[in-house]
């Protein structure tokens, strides 16, 4: 295998009517690489902005209200000791 075969694009990512593949590979969620180390008064000391935003980069839901909001993401981040 030569260098010139790695450097060259996938051709199956804009295969596709339209280039399909590549529309929908540029969708794709993709898993932060670190786990949020926030305690539970950063939590509740977090503006609700700043909680859509942690919510959305992992992939969760980011309905109902601000309390809703610090509810859920401190069960799905905060793990008990």
């Keep these: 295998m030569s260098m ?5 694009a996938s051709p199956s990512l ?4 339209n280039g399909q ?4 590979w ?9 786990y949020p ?4 008064a950063d939590y509740e000391a ?3 902005w700043k909680l859509d935003c942690l919510l ?3 992939g969760l839901p980011i309905s109902g209200d601000v309390e809703q909001k610090r509810k ?8 008990t000791r």
Excluded: I
């Design 56 to 58: 959305k980069e992992y």
């Design 4 to 8: 010139e075969s790695v450097a060259r």
């Design 14 to 17: 804009g295969s596709g009517p």
């Design 21 to 24: 593949y590549a529309k929908n």
């Design 26 to 34: 540029c969708g794709h969620f993709q898993m932060p690489l670190h």
């Design 72 to 79: 859920f993401a401190m069960g799905a981040f905060l793990w």
């Design 46 to 48: 977090m503006p609700e």
């Design 37 to 40: 180390r926030y305690t539970k």
